[in-house]
């Protein structure tokens, strides 16, 4: 089979020929049908990201058939349609039997530490893969199993959105446009930032944002001032950990705000105490999903209440285009390779 490897010091993606994966008893063969194409990626490129070996299948974000069954599973069976929990938790230490799943003493993921799903076909633990009806597409069932199920849990687990609420969501990209959706299906009244009018409009037209504002253009506590009555937001999604949006975070926030970091960042958050204790915000951050967060993302979709933006398709032999596109930072949604 063909699958897209790092290779140690590599900056690129190498298609690589490979044998078929041999499963255990507990596990199952996935032929991937589309594989999300992440910004996470890029730090693999970049190498702030190792990889544990000499070569890794990169890919995190899997949906497929189940080609082959391993002889202990019980509940899946040749043909079925999934999509693939990336986080492999040992359901042993005592994160796991708390239910943080995500947050596992021997955590393994697909894509990061083990071969993930830029390949033909991938094997996966047979408690790891969730079932989707022929009414979801395999490309945004793929773009499900991270922004979505990630921006579910950092709104939910950690920051206790509820209706009512004002949050302002600072990025549109795949992860934005998913946490747009999320947010407005629990009530919430969602402000986004973005610094291209044309992420902006999509907010605003396709996915009913409340207001929007161009970090470039505008100022945006300002902004957000004007738009709550000098109040602030209830809470502030940060998916972009950039110094020019983390400057004004908790400067907009509302008292008893929350602030959610999930963007990756190596830049600093430089913060007066003062300003938090005046107004008892909080300062969060938010790593992965739980399986039960990749449940509920799913039955959104299912339900027609949840659509990822993807605007991108590729084969394999273009994942190296796709992933240049998101260096750029133009790409407008998720990008997906596609297998026939």
Do not use: W
């Amino acid at each position: 089979m063909k699958a897209a490897r790092i290779h140690r010091g590599g900056s690129f993606l190498v298609i690589d020929e490979l044998g078929i994966p041999n499963i255990s008893p507990n596990e199952v063969l996935v032929k991937v049908r589309a594989a999300g194409i992440c910004h996470t990626e890029l730090h693999f490129l970049d190498g702030a990201i190792p990889i544990p070996g000499e070569a890794l299948t990169l890919g995190h974000e899997i949906a497929g058939e189940i080609a082959e069954v391993g002889r202990d599973v019980k509940d899946l069976k040749r043909g079925d349609r999934v999509i693939v929990n990336n986080c492999v938790p040992c359901n042993h230490c005592q994160q796991c039997f708390e239910g943080r799943d995500n947050l596992c003493e021997n955590f393994q993921q697909l894509g990061f530490t083990l071969d993930g799903g830029y390949a033909e076909f991938v094997r996966v633990r047979s408690d790891l893969c969730i079932p989707i009806p022929a009414s979801l597409s395999f490309e945004h069932g793929a773009a499900l199993t991270c922004g979505s199920a990630a921006c579910y849990h950092a709104l939910f687990d950690i920051g206790q959105l509820r209706a009512g609420e004002t949050i302002l969501i600072n990025g549109m990209g795949g992860v934005g446009f998913s946490a747009l959706q999320i947010a407005k299906n629990a009530g919430a009244r969602c402000i986004v930032v973005d610094i291209l009018d044309e992420k902006l409009g999509i907010a605003r037209k396709q996915f009913g944002a409340d207001a929007t504002i161009n970090g470039k253009m505008e100022n945006v506590p300002e902004r957000v001032r004007e738009l709550t009555s000098g109040l602030g937001v209830n809470f502030l999604l940060e998916l972009v950990g950039v110094p020019d949006t983390m400057k004004y975070s908790v400067d907009v926030l509302a008292k008893r705000g929350r602030m959610v970091f999930v963007g990756y960042s190596n830049a600093d958050f430089v913060v007066s105490p003062i300003l938090m204790i005046l107004k008892e915000a909080s300062v969060l951050s938010s790593v992965a999903y739980r399986r039960s967060n990749l449940v509920a993302v799913r039955d959104l979709a299912v339900e027609a209440k949840l659509k990822p933006l993807v605007v991108g398709h590729y084969d394999l032999l273009g994942v190296n285009d796709a992933l240049n596109q998101l260096k750029t930072g133009t790409a407008i949604g998720r990008s997906v390779v596609l297998f026939d």
